[in-house]
């Protein structure tokens, strides 16, 4: 077996995800082909693996725009990409010293409208972070039913026919890594054709119970279920969300379960059911919390609070995070303790996101107001309670990292919640993390934070105070704990322990005899 | 054993529901006070229950008004109430054929209100139908949190106090049939106090998963599922919601659970959660629907319709009812079969419910908007495809029973819905039953019915298409079966197979030894 620090795999790697690492883009001044990393927690943690592996294919889409072009020049071949330093595609002769093969699978934009547009935002993801208003939402009629079929439906399969491809190239024999809730259809239809792959399927989103997914048509959530169980890993980030995917299986589909080891009974075999919470690339995280830009957004922070105490939040404007209780909680706050007036300020740094959904332009309206509501009632010339940003700007969030006396994570549902890993790792004063129980990151870094109640804003206004008058040696003892947790279970670490995992899941298939 | 459809039971009973048999007023004109039987199903099975026992008291609330003057002038002493025929009290010496002891107890409105009219509803019935809108709600805060102290947990002081002396009066030897959500608290008060009397409490509504609670702050939820946990037995109308309270045992109090004989271990005895679906008083129902103003209505609709084909829904104008969505699916149909013009009326008899709360004012408004959508995309001077009527009128609803051909019952959650059980029983025409998958009904009668998925409005269209094209035969068949199934569960076998059940429960404590 692989020690768990190390990334290798004796077979060849094929990973799927929507985004990949890289974006094509045309230059609007020069007209030249521009290469942009791509963000996000998922998309760091899979460079990180697929540019330490010799031989590993990035499946990903390409939706249009410059990438589908380039989609069409290169066909089938993946791309070789470099990922020391600045994105390039390299020739076929060129060097380097960590590089990446990238497959774009093209969809057409009458297909990936209704796949990424109508069907996986909003629907699935409303349904896995339950944020459906379920008295008239979601309605599902025509239009959805269409969307799943001739969008979800055709995309998965367009996806999985690239994957099969690439283990095809390889001989059949490969670990297949598929990722999130874009793709539940791709195990069974790959497993289908590869039988001898290993597949395991990462759903990186919350997974409700079974009462949630009751809200999908019976036809639709039991495809997207055995879809799923085609792999054989199924992986979450927490062991409620294991245990609410086996529930499913067992309540929507009425297969046999074991709650103890966690597994479900598909014909033929055994499905497993896993848990490896996701993390940070803290080497890549210490570098851009120190550049000079960072340093100065600090400086320019210190100089504002004036000693203060600043209460961070770091989010996209989802009604997942749940940025509105959050400043009715300080509202509660500063009405119930006047005499943080003018010692504290709350900095809200929010990326807009997925303004073409209605209820997420509905929610940066609301975030707005409510904003402005605290601001109005308490506000002065010389201090505004709340600093609301709308943008995303790493130096200025790692800045605020650095020096914030609290970050709030008070998200209704959230999959792990990456910004409290980065937070307790970068911050140089000793921050308490106020945190949600509903989020993944609750179960490594509850011990060490002041636990929020999402709903209950009674209970976060308590818990801010809490927070804010923490006695210095705790906050410090706690945060030190917080991120000894993260620089051990860095996502280093969480990507070798499921190669691991998988490399001797197919030891032991080879053994029983179920593989070739 | 008794058998199982004799009402009989060996100890003295107590209930405790919210509402009674009966509730007092004074006459506007003649100042006179009156006595109301109460509505709803619920009362009447209690109220069979009741009269046919010997020695049961029936505590309820007397939350102003009539009812608490006359809770005040009898003070701790029940009233003994008539049942056989209209409503009346009974002096020491008066003989009635069927008679119960009401005892009322009062609760001042500034426990009431906050009790009722912020807890029970809305927050516990908005979190066990799931119509919280969890984006924005709820949203707890000191009020909220107070109205959970002073307002609920006092009025369950208060019932519990009074079950407790009827207990006591009979010499803490009784069985003690606790009822719905208002009241979570009341079994471990009364165990507290009165360790000999065997405890059942019925949750009369869905029961959701884990997730669904986790909406409620852990301090509040634990409690209430604590004050369940202090009964013998915890009992609900279908498997889903009784497995559902067992997994809620165990996430979110960490307790041991047996999910196949279905107990949840507390400590030094375990809790049985059982299942018994509740039923109709088949005889008082056919009594209700062969009056002359039933069949008056019952002339009237088949004049009006004209051999045209009747859709109904009997419902409150509850969000959980899916009314609209219910409209949007008739108006998809109608779009979809030009040939239905002039032959379909959708008659929606909805009784105004709650209109004090907000959420239910604007449901009652998003109905009216639907209906009248419908009527002007497609209604002419001769056909109005929606006949939306606004009142409680059981002679006017037992005559449409009798006359539909399609009845819809298409809940987003249910406990059970007993329409669909009375609309079998009396129908005349070979209806068919469209019913939701996520009612208790569907359980027993979901074999006989064309099933609706509550959130799909395109399959309820088509749903709708097939109950109207069934062939005659296989609906005189299914229609007949549903009737069948009714018949043999009523809700006298409702009451006795409960409490053959807990004198068995009864008998086996005594042989442990558990009991004195």
Redesign the interface.
């Known amino acids: 077996m692989a020690p768990a620090d190390l990334l290798t795999s004796d077979l060849p790697v094929v990973l799927l995800s929507h985004r990949g690492p890289v974006g094509f883009e045309l230059d609007p001044r020069t007209g030249e082909r521009v290469l942009d990393r791509g963000a996000g927690g998922l998309v760091t943690a899979l460079s990180g693996l697929a540019g330490h592996l010799d031989e590993a294919v990035w499946v990903c889409v390409a939706a249009g725009g410059e990438d589908a072009v380039v989609a069409e020049e290169v066909g089938d071949a993946p791309v070789r990409l470099a990922l020391d330093g600045a994105p390039r595609l390299l020739d076929d002769g060129d060097p380097a010293e960590r590089e990446v093969a990238v497959r774009l699978v093209p969809i057409p934009p009458e297909v990936h409208e209704p796949f990424y547009g109508v069907v996986a935002n909003p629907l699935l993801w409303f349904v896995q972070h339950?944020?459906h208003?379920?008295?008239?939402s979601?309605?599902?009629?025509?239009v959805?039913?269409a969307a799943f079929e001739e969008g979800y439906v055709v995309a998965n399969e367009l996806a999985a026919e690239a994957v099969v491809q690439q283990v095809e190239k390889v001989g059949g024999q490969a670990l297949v890594l598929l990722h999130d809730y874009h793709f539940y259809l791709v195990g069974q239809l790959v497993r289908d054709r590869c039988p001898d792959a290993v597949l395991s399927h990462f759903v990186h989103i919350p997974w409700?119970?079974?009462?949630?997914w009751?809200?999908?048509?019976?036809d639709m959530r039991e495809r997207l279920l055995l879809g799923l169980l085609g792999c054989d890993v199924v992986a979450f980030h927490t062991r409620?969300d294991a245990?609410?995917f086996v529930?499913c299986a067992q309540?929507l589909l009425g297969l046999p379960v074991d709650l103890s080891d966690m597994t479900v009974q598909v014909p033929g075999r055994r499905v497993h059911v896993r848990v490896y919470p996701i993390s940070i690339d803290i080497e890549a995280l210490e570098q851009v919390a120190h550049t000079d830009a960072s340093d100065e957004h600090l400086v320019d922070l210190d100089e504002r609070l004036a000693g203060g105490q600043l209460i961070l939040r770091v989010d996209r404007t989802d009604?997942?995070k749940?940025i509105?209780?959050g400043f009715?909680a300080y509202d509660?706050l500063l009405t119930e303790h006047p005499e943080l007036h003018g010692q504290v300020q709350f900095l809200a740094l929010l990326q807009p996101s997925r303004q073409d959904v209605p209820?997420y332009a509905a929610?940066l309206a609301?975030i707005g107001a409510a904003a402005a509501s605290v601001n109005a009632r308490f506000g002065t010339g010389d201090w505004q309670p709340v600093d609301l940003r709308l943008a995303s700007d790493m130096a200025l969030a790692t800045a605020a990292y650095r020096r914030c006396d609290v970050l709030v994570v008070n998200a209704?549902a959230d999959g792990m919640n990456l910004v409290a890993k980065e937070a307790v790792v970068v911050n140089e004063r000793d921050m308490v993390l106020a945190l949600s129980?509903?989020t993944g990151a609750h179960d490594e870094l509850g011990r060490f934070a002041v636990t929020l109640?999402p709903?209950?804003?009674?209970?976060q206004a308590d818990a801010l105070h809490t927070a804010l008058t923490m006695p210095p040696q705790l906050r410090r003892d706690r945060r030190e704990h917080a991120a000894l947790v993260v620089h051990h279970n860095d996502v280093r670490r969480w990507l070798s322990v499921q190669l691991a995992d998988l490399t001797d899941l197919r030891a032991e298939k080879r053994t029983k005899g179920t593989l070739r």
Do not use: C, M, W
């Open positions: 339950r944020l208003d379920l008295k008239s979601p309605s599902i009629g025509r959805e039913r409700p119970g079974p009462d949630a009751r809200v999908l048509p019976p409620a245990r609410a529930l309540e009604p997942s749940n509105v209780r009715t509660l209820e929610y609301e209704v129980e509903a109640h709903f209950d804003v009674a209970q």
